[in-house]
């Protein structure tokens, strides 16, 4: 039986070329002291410099454009709004790309969703609608949204021009470090994660794709090690905001095919690993890109063969809600 359809490198190149001068070229930075702790070469790619703060005008930008072109070739007028559920990042990058083209936007939002972010994505003009935080409600809460408005739906990480226009970031980072010899990306629904494989695999095979995730938050590690799709069963409590959602029927299967290793990290790693990023690197991160930092300071990481020397982080956004960091306060001794 065949599975769901999944994009190719076409549709990440495709995406290439919708993107062309619209975004950032986000770029690579480096850190000896990082660089010491993980006794490798560390390449972050910035993608908190992006447009709306992080990676996902990508895939929003890529998904509003590919609508348009099809709408066009129609002979149609634009679509009447489009829709999605968010906890925050995409809503933000939706509600910019749907702006662009002059289309309403409404953005399903978790009431818990940091204050910065929603605050964002009323700026860009889009109607915020609140939910309960768990992907039940906000899956429901977007299909009344759809009916009441006759909206598209542009789903977070599950449409295929949103995992095409994150692969994106692989094709720029093969680019600027053709040495690179791993890439690691924080996963939540997977969107990011499932497009940089589809790049770097069809690109560069003998390049290894991790995924990291909070060790609360641990459906894709889950799912890899019983070979199936293993949603969280309850909302994770984890200061990842970006990556309480679990990964889903279109990113799962090609995270089993083509991404080597899930590497979980506690909350205590993820809050030093986010700290030490601030105070060596002046880069204000948001605790989700801290993700990937901490997996490869991680003893887990330690593990992985030393040939793998030039390892790329996907510092994936930059949006921290600086009212909520009483957990700086307590966080026990100082980063090392």
Same mark, same amino acid.
């Not at 679990?246 to 986010?274: C, F, H, Q």
């Given at each position: 039986?065949? +599975?769901?359809?999944?994009?190719?490198?076409?549709?990440?190149?495709?995406?290439?070329?919708?993107?062309?001068?619209?975004?950032?070229?986000?770029?690579?930075? %480096?850190?000896?002291?990082?660089?010491?702790?993980?006794?490798?070469?560390?390449?972050?790619?910035? *993608?908190?410099?992006?447009?709306?703060?992080?990676?996902?005008?990508?895939?929003?930008?890529?998904?509003?454009?590919?609508?348009?072109?099809?709408?066009?070739?129609? !002979?149609?007028?634009?679509?009447?709004?489009?829709?999605?559920?968010?906890? @925050?990042?995409?809503?933000?990058?939706?509600?910019?790309?749907?702006?662009?083209?002059?289309?309403?936007?409404?953005?399903?939002?978790?009431?818990?969703?940091?204050?910065?972010?929603?605050?964002?994505?009323?700026?860009?003009?889009?109607?915020?609608?609140?939910?309960?935080?768990?992907?039940?409600?906000?899956? *429901?809460?977007?299909?009344?949204?759809?009916?009441?408005?006759? @909206?598209?739906?542009?789903?977070?990480?599950?449409?295929?021009?949103?995992?095409?226009?994150?692969?994106?970031?692989?094709?720029?980072?093969?680019?600027?470090?053709? *040495?690179?010899?791993?890439?690691?990306?924080?996963?939540?629904? +997977?969107?990011?994660?499932?497009?940089?494989?589809?790049?770097?695999?069809?690109?560069?095979?003998?390049?290894?794709?991790?995924?990291?995730?909070?060790?609360?938050?641990?459906?894709?590690?889950?799912?890899?090690?019983? !070979? *199936?799709?293993?949603?969280?069963?309850?909302?994770?409590? %984890?200061?990842?905001?970006?990556?309480?959602?679990?990964?889903?029927?279109?990113?799962?299967?090609?995270?089993?095919?083509?991404?080597?290793?899930?590497? %979980?990290?506690?909350?205590?790693?993820?809050?030093?690993? %986010?700290?030490?990023?601030?105070?060596?690197?002046?880069?204000?991160?948001?605790?989700?890109?801290?993700?990937?930092?901490?997996?490869?300071?991680?003893?887990?990481?330690?593990?992985?063969?030393?040939?793998?020397?030039?390892?790329?982080?996907?510092?994936? @956004? +930059?949006?921290?809600?600086?009212?909520?960091?009483?957990?700086?306060?307590?966080?026990? +001794?100082?980063?090392?």
């Amino acid at each position: 039986m065949a +599975g769901p359809p999944r994009p190719a490198l076409a549709d990440v190149r495709a995406a290439e070329g919708r993107l062309r001068g619209r975004l950032h070229r986000t770029p690579l930075l %480096t850190s000896g002291g990082l660089d010491r702790l993980a006794g490798r070469r560390l390449l972050f790619k910035c *993608e908190l410099f992006q447009r709306t703060g992080s990676f996902k005008i990508r895939g929003a930008l890529n998904a509003v454009r590919s609508l348009v072109e099809e709408s066009e070739r129609a !002979g149609g007028g634009l679509p009447r709004a489009v829709v999605t559920h968010s906890s @925050g990042n995409h809503g933000q990058a939706l509600a910019c790309a749907a702006q662009a083209e002059g289309i309403p936007a409404y953005i399903v939002v978790p009431w818990t969703a940091p204050r910065c972010k929603q605050a964002a994505i009323r700026a860009y003009g889009a109607t915020l609608v609140p939910c309960e935080p768990s992907d039940k409600s906000r899956a *429901e809460t977007a299909a009344r949204i759809i009916q009441e408005t006759g @909206g598209v739906m542009v789903h977070p990480n599950q449409e295929l021009a949103v995992i095409a226009g994150q692969g994106t970031i692989a094709l720029e980072v093969l680019e600027q470090a053709p *040495e690179v010899n791993a890439v690691v990306v924080p996963v939540g629904g +997977g969107g990011m994660t499932a497009g940089i494989a589809v790049a770097i695999k069809a690109l560069r095979p003998d390049v290894k794709v991790f995924a990291a995730e909070p060790r609360n938050a641990d459906d894709c590690y889950q799912s890899k090690v019983r !070979g *199936e799709l293993t949603p969280n069963l309850h909302p994770p409590d %984890t200061i990842a905001d970006a990556v309480k959602t679990s990964i889903g029927p279109n990113t799962w299967p090609i995270i089993r095919d083509l991404v080597d290793d899930v590497l %979980t990290v506690s909350e205590e790693e993820i809050k030093r690993a %986010t700290r030490l990023v601030w105070e060596r690197m002046k880069l204000l991160i948001e605790p989700t890109a801290g993700v990937g930092v901490a997996a490869v300071l991680s003893e887990q990481f330690q593990a992985v063969p030393r040939d793998v020397e030039n390892v790329c982080v996907v510092l994936c @956004g +930059g949006n921290v809600d600086l009212s909520s960091l009483t957990w700086l306060t307590d966080l026990s +001794g100082k980063a090392e």
